[in-house]
């Protein structure tokens, strides 16, 4: 059998600091090679990115500066095809530039006559109309295209896309493995905690992902009110897991610093230290018993790791996500009540095995369909020889 080498672009939020998207890139990365290594086809990846030596040296993949136009079209001129996703590119809720960016970039490809493959994509929320047409457009164009959720499916099919055009499959990260060899990892212990060393074996570990959303940070003191609740009641070790650095690094010690002191009554309190790694940061959510998180990709790291994810919704994405494990947020963030969100903490944290039992078949379903879009590219691009 001949095998044949195809370069492909890749284009998302990448280099950025952020966890979650930085798993999408690995989970995209290692799909298409393990793909490729079935296959008669070799991939040869070119990442957009807004730090291309950082993800060169991170992922060992070529990465080109994602702002420099003259780079990217020279990326896509000698490419044979391009990647865009997965995550949450095309939205209007954090500001009005990505949406003609990633359709700019998609354009682009399409000009220079490559096939275009849409991965994993959750789309929305699109709040202003004018968008509609550009996103119809540049879709109707591309050679394939998934989407994370159906309601992103809706969404292109109220535009104009046939059903049988879209694929629906689940976030790429839920197919990202653990890491070969476990990593060592290290403790940054809360102030009031200083000097012990921590018990994780011994306590429950529940992992904390949270975010700045609310102005006056009200979901972040319902959080912390608790949290603070649920670790005087019953000894537990809260892990804090910041996922955008530095922001998420804030918002973790907003809360700490309400929680204070619960060493007293036998708990823990503890964060991560700037994790970059997304395999290293998904590691240290399969250790956890539960998982509670603001961030999307918390949650996905923790289904795909058996761990039962607490969602505490600020966008659509999150119940979406938690819909597909048939499943709901504990709260939103503009209303969020601490005393019932500890009670439904303290309550899945005790009948932990049974949301195992009930969800552990779903989840390897889920966790097998999140190769599906690597497989459609790879068998794409073997086809074209």
Not at 90 to 109: M, R
Not at 281 to 291: A, H, K, P
Not at 376 to 382: C, E, K, M, R, V
């Amino acid at each position: 059998m001949v095998t044949t080498s195809k370069k492909l672009v890749i284009s998302g939020y990448y280099g950025f600091n952020n966890s979650g998207d930085e798993a999408v890139l690995k989970s995209i990365l290692t799909a298409l090679q393990e793909e490729s290594q079935r296959s008669n086809v070799t991939i040869e990846p070119i990442v957009l990115s807004i730090d291309p030596e950082w993800t060169t040296s991170m992922y060992g993949v070529r990465a080109v500066h994602r702002m420099k136009l003259k780079e990217v079209r020279e990326a896509l001129k000698e490419s044979d095809g391009l990647i865009s996703g997965g995550g949450s590119l095309l939205q209007d809720a954090t500001g009005l530039k990505s949406i003609p960016y990633y359709l700019g970039v998609i354009k682009l490809a399409q000009w220079l006559k490559k096939p275009t493959f849409i991965y994993a994509q959750g789309i929305g929320p699109v709040h202003r109309k004018i968008f509609n047409p550009m996103i119809k457009s540049v879709f109707k164009s591309c050679t394939y295209v998934s989407v994370r959720d159906e309601q992103s499916a809706d969404y292109l099919r109220r535009l104009g896309l046939k059903w049988n055009q879209i694929h629906v499959v689940p976030d790429p990260v839920m197919g990202l493995p653990l890491p070969d060899t476990a990593s060592p990892v290290r403790d940054e212990a809360d102030p009031s905690t200083a000097g012990e060393q921590p018990t994780h074996a011994k306590l429950p570990v529940i992992g904390v992902s949270v975010r700045f959303w609310e102005s006056d940070r009200k979901e972040l003191t319902a959080i912390a009110a608790g949290l603070k609740k649920l670790a005087t009641k019953k000894a537990v070790h809260l892990r804090f897991m910041p996922f955008h650095l530095p922001d998420d690094v804030q918002a973790s010690r907003f809360i700490m610093e309400m929680i204070d002191d619960v060493t007293s009554k036998g708990s823990e309190i503890s964060i991560t230290d700037d994790l970059t790694d997304p395999q290293q940061m998904l590691e240290e959510v399969s250790r956890c018993d539960l998982m509670i998180g603001m961030r999307l990709h918390s949650l996905i790291y923790a289904a795909s790791q058996y761990v039962p994810p607490v969602g505490i919704s600020y966008d659509p994405k999150i119940d979406q996500f938690l819909l597909r494990l048939e499943s709901e947020p504990a709260g939103n963030t503009s209303s969020l009540d601490g005393d019932k969100f500890a009670e439904t903490v303290a309550g899945l944290l005790e009948h932990r095995s049974q949301w195992l039992k009930q969800h552990e078949d779903r989840i390897t379903a889920l966790k097998q369909e999140a190769v599906e879009p690597a497989k459609q590219i790879i068998t794409y691009l073997g086809r074209k020889g």
